[in-house]
């Protein structure tokens, strides 16, 4: 097996002016088809979306994502302590719209700004206030 590479090697090294272009050009350009097979397979395995479009109910009813818009704002958990509701959209006015919650930090990293909240709305434990479980959250600055 060493020998092989040596001999390998040796041949390698033998190898000047016009054939060796050649074994570089060829060499580029199997590199250059591999990688862009590559990344042309894994874009298609990663263009997948992670948000939830449609649910599907026990009845077989599909409920709609929705969209709102305001400014996320803390409130206090102690408010809604059956619904783990710890942030709240609100207008303009200052008046509640929805109560936001989420599976992870969005709420925390948007809390003051203005936002497009997208998600699945569902009541509250006691049935009188919908909630808003967040999907997706988009800052707007003032070029939105």
């Known amino acids: 097996m ?12 033998q190898i000047k002016g016009r ?8 060499i580029f350009i199997i590199f250059l088809a591999f990688g862009l097979s590559f990344g042309y397979i894994t874009q298609i395995l990663l263009n997948k979306t992670e948000q939830t ?3 599907s109910t026990s009845t077989g ?5 929705r969209s709102f818009d305001g400014l996320v704002t803390y409130v206090n958990p102690n408010q ?10 609100v ?3 200052g008046k509640v ?7 992870d930090q969005k709420l925390v990293v948007s809390e003051g700004h203005n936002v497009r909240v997208k998600g699945i709305v569902e009541k509250s434990a006691d049935g009188t206030k919908d909630i808003l479980n967040v999907d997706e959250v988009i800052i707007k600055n003032g070029a939105n």
């Open 2 to 13: 060493f020998n092989l590479l040596i001999n390998l090697y040796n041949k390698l090294e």
């Open 19 to 26: 054939k060796l272009v050649i074994l570089l050009l060829v």
């Open 53 to 55: 479009k449609f649910v």
């Open 61 to 65: 009813q599909q409920i709609v994502a």
């Open 80 to 89: 809604y302590p059956a619904d783990n509701v710890t942030y709240a959209l």
């Open 91 to 93: 207008d303009a006015n």
């Open 97 to 103: 719209v929805i109560l936001l919650r989420s599976r």
